[in-house]
């Protein structure tokens, strides 16, 4: 790319003050709050010398605690065990993943860890306030492969293997009593297979099986209370993934609901009748449909008490108090204690306050049609006061790729649009939410039709005289690293700059390095992706490093050392090919992270790296 003079940011944003990076990038005040099962105190997760750890506070006093006494990473995720006596949290080491699972007794801070294992990766499969001592878990001690599930009594600690792998299963299904009696297994051609027994000594039975292309928005949910049907997530005969009962009895479904446009998202169910109470889809915005008639003055009430889209964290065992919170674009979170027998709500907090001393920017939703005629869909956030005219443009690119950008807060979109950039995301196809047809549209489309999307999504911006061509740039973590990679090596004329986050750089290696308890998804990952073995020179040809030669533009990588899903060895080899070419780039590796940058001293780190770097190549603000 020629080189051109780098314009001023917008005049209008001399007036917005910066927003410190510690304030977009730190750890929030308070976070993820929940309900006790007797309803009495709330739990969340706050910092302790700058490490997230859990709190507990008994409801309508300032008596707050901490009962976690993390030092290293923080905690990222907890429940309530059923008894309202413990609170339950995975950890893992630098990020590699191998979560253990620990408990701490509220009453007497006695913290225990339940699966002291080497290299075992623990998952919860469920809790149940029936049986308020017990929890099953999955894990792959036995088998580094596969997780086998397990019984655990958080009282004297003891575990109990209920089901054993045999090499295919990817999800286990409880029924109401906490007995396993439900797997979902991985078939050759890439799809699902569900399997039931009746109890645990009889042999499994195959009810229901989804093609690849069904499987892609289809899943099993629950059992019905009594055991004899299931709920699930189905696209077969449907291009969406609509909630059904199903008999296996008789193999008919009955449909509870749906959306020609989108899948099912969220799923509220009564944990006492085992009966589904609401679904959301997330269209622009989510939005809740109500099933059950009992709770439509709830979910009315819900609606009034707070701007945004509102979420249940949790629930009290008698389902009278509901902890809910508010998702907003412009603000920061808020988390409430509703009452459902008199309906009023209780505020409990805003989980990062000094947002509200900053103008932040809307998230605009945004839709465009494809070269091939699909539409694609997005979010536009533009600098605040400020005329989208030829403004610098950041298109951020989501990971998974199996996942979507949604409307709501992001630290990243206000970050960018603070500093002077408009901020780009884009649903690409392959994304999920938007029905199989568009998921499976971006199967072996990895730098192909899906860069192709993102590439439109720009087209659109400067069509619309809403971005500068000549200050574009690609930034994206995971797929979206990758993506960034492409951007650098396949449309090399298009960005200006590129900054990939843990992305694969080789689809090779990746795919012949992922964590051993995916083995089950290779079939999937091959069909989506490519096969190493048949596919070799395919999967060369959309792997950006062997186009390195085609790289005019400076290049930011960020890494994690221990990250078991894309291996340093990713982000190492092309930067060792960047290096003997004598291209410029520059790359930062965290010996103490995973799959993307959870301390908060290591995000702001690299945040500041990438401030810096996107305003020596678009003109955008940066913070001294």
């Not at 917005?16 to 007797?38: K, M, W, Y």
């Not at 609606?303 to 603000?331: H, M, P």
């Not at 994206?476 to 990939?500: E, H, K, M, N, Q």
Request: include cysteine; hydrophobic fraction near 35%; glycine fraction near 8%.
């Amino acid at each position: 790319m020629s080189n051109i003079d780098i314009k001023e940011y917008p005049l209008s944003l001399k007036n917005v003050p910066l927003i410190p990076r510690e304030v977009l990038f730190g750890n929030p005040l308070r976070t993820h709050a929940q309900v006790s099962p007797d309803g009495t105190r709330i739990a969340y997760l706050a910092p302790v010398d700058d490490v997230l750890n859990v709190w507990v506070k008994t409801v309508g006093r300032d008596d707050d605690r901490p009962i976690t006494t993390d030092k290293n990473r923080g905690l990222i995720d907890f429940f309530w065990a059923r008894d309202g006596n413990r609170i339950v949290f995975p950890r893992d080491r630098d990020g590699d993943e191998n979560w253990r699972l620990y408990a701490v007794r509220v009453d007497t801070g006695e913290e225990i860890c339940h699966t002291p294992f080497d290299n075992v990766q623990v998952r919860i499969n469920d809790v149940n306030k029936n049986y308020p001592r017990k929890i099953l878990i999955e894990m792959n001690k036995d088998n580094p492969q596969v997780h086998d599930i397990y019984r655990l009594d958080l009282a004297d600690g003891s575990l109990e293997q209920l089901a054993q792998n045999t090499g295919a299963v990817v999800g286990w299904v409880p029924d109401s009593h906490m007995n396993v009696r439900g797997a979902v297994s991985v078939t050759s051609d890439g799809g699902r297979s569900l399997a039931i027994r009746d109890n645990d000594e009889d042999e499994w039975r195959p009810i229901v099986t989804w093609n690849a292309e069904d499987s892609a928005s289809s899943g099993v949910v629950a059992f019905t209370k009594d055991g004899h049907n299931l709920y699930l997530v189905d696209s077969r005969e449907a291009n969406t993934g609509r909630l059904v009962e199903f008999s296996p009895a008789t193999g008919e479904s009955r449909a509870l609901a749906e959306d020609p446009h989108y899948d099912i998202d969220d799923i509220l169910i009564d944990r006492e009748t085992y009966r589904i109470q609401a679904v959301t889809f997330n269209r622009q915005r989510r939005q809740w449909q109500v099933l059950d008639k009992s709770l439509e003055a709830d979910f009315r009430k819900l609606k009034e008490i707070d701007e945004g889209d509102f979420f249940i964290t949790s629930r009290d065992n008698d389902d009278r108090k509901w902890l809910v919170g508010y998702v907003k674009d412009a603000a920061a979170d808020t988390y409430y204690l509703y009452d459902r027998k008199t309906r009023t709500a209780e505020f409990l907090f805003v989980n990062n306050p000094d947002l509200d001393k900053y103008h932040l920017a809307p998230m605009e939703p945004i839709s465009f049609n494809s070269r091939d005629g699909l539409i694609i869909h997005g979010y536009l956030t533009c600098p605040p006061e400020t005329e989208p005219d030829r403004l610098p443009l950041v298109l951020y690119v989501h990971g998974g790729p199996w996942y979507r950008d949604s409307w709501g807060y992001d630290a990243y979109a206000q970050w960018l649009a603070n500093r002077g950039y408009a901020c780009l995301q884009v649903n690409y196809r392959g994304s999920t939410g938007y029905g199989k047809d568009f998921l499976n549209a971006g199967n072996r489309e990895w730098a192909g039709k899906m860069h192709d999307d993102l590439v439109d999504a720009v087209d659109w911006a400067v069509n619309k005289g809403l971005a500068d061509p000549d200050r574009l740039a690609i930034y994206g973590g995971s797929y979206g690293g990758y993506a960034a990679l492409v951007g650098a090596t396949f449309t090399p004329d298009l960005f200006r700059c590129a900054i990939d986050v843990v992305g694969p750089s080789n689809l090779l290696t990746f795919i012949e390095s992922i964590p051993p308890y995916w083995s089950a998804l290779k079939t999937t990952l091959h069909k989506r992706i490519g096969h190493p073995e048949t596919d070799r020179e395919f999967l060369q040809s959309r792997s950006p490093l062997f186009h390195i030669d085609n790289i005019k533009i400076p290049l930011l990588i960020g890494q994690g050392a221990n990250d078991p899903r894309v291996k340093k060895a990713e982000s190492e080899q092309i930067v060792a090919a960047l290096k003997e070419k004598g291209l410029d780039y520059e790359y930062i590796i965290f010996e103490d992270e995973g799959h993307g940058f959870l301390k908060p001293e290591n995000r702001l780190k690299f945040q500041a790296r990438a401030e810096k770097f996107l305003a020596r190549h678009l003109g955008g603000r940066s913070q001294d």
